[in-house]
Nanobody, 119 residues
């Protein structure tokens, strides 16, 4: 089995920063694309940023210039550095990864971590 465990969420004032981590564990051969999604109350879950194994990152327009996605392939861990946070960034943030196991590729989700930005 594979588990993705997020950490680093919390309550922060507008303009502040948080760093989310996503640690993958289990029977992992390698991890392809990793991504961060968020879901605000009453809204759908949307992609925030993603990063390939080679390090190519993409961002949704609303976080460009404020968020930085990164990863440590040796540790099977992904990160999301969130700067200049705004109240509209408030959501549950989920880690997602395409994981290669001996039995093949499969997509996994973490349990989510709450980020609350106060005005």
């Amino acid at each position: 089995q594979v588990q993705l465990v997020e950490s680093g969420g919390g309550l922060v004032q507008a303009g502040g920063s948080l760093r989310l981590s996503c640690a993958a564990s289990g029977s992992i051969v390698s991890i392809s694309t990793m991504g961060w999604y968020r879901q605000a109350p009453g809204k759908q879950r949307d992609l925030v940023a993603s990063i390939t194994r080679a390090g190519t990152a993409t961002y949704v327009d609303s976080v460009k210039g404020r968020f930085i996605i990164s990863r440590d392939n040796a540790k099977n861990t992904g990160y999301l550095q969130m700067n200049s946070l705004k109240p509209e960034d408030t959501a549950v943030y989920y880690c997602n990864a395409d994981v290669l196991r001996l039995t093949g590729m499969r997509n996994y989700w973490g349990q989510g971590t709450q980020v609350t930005v106060s005005s």
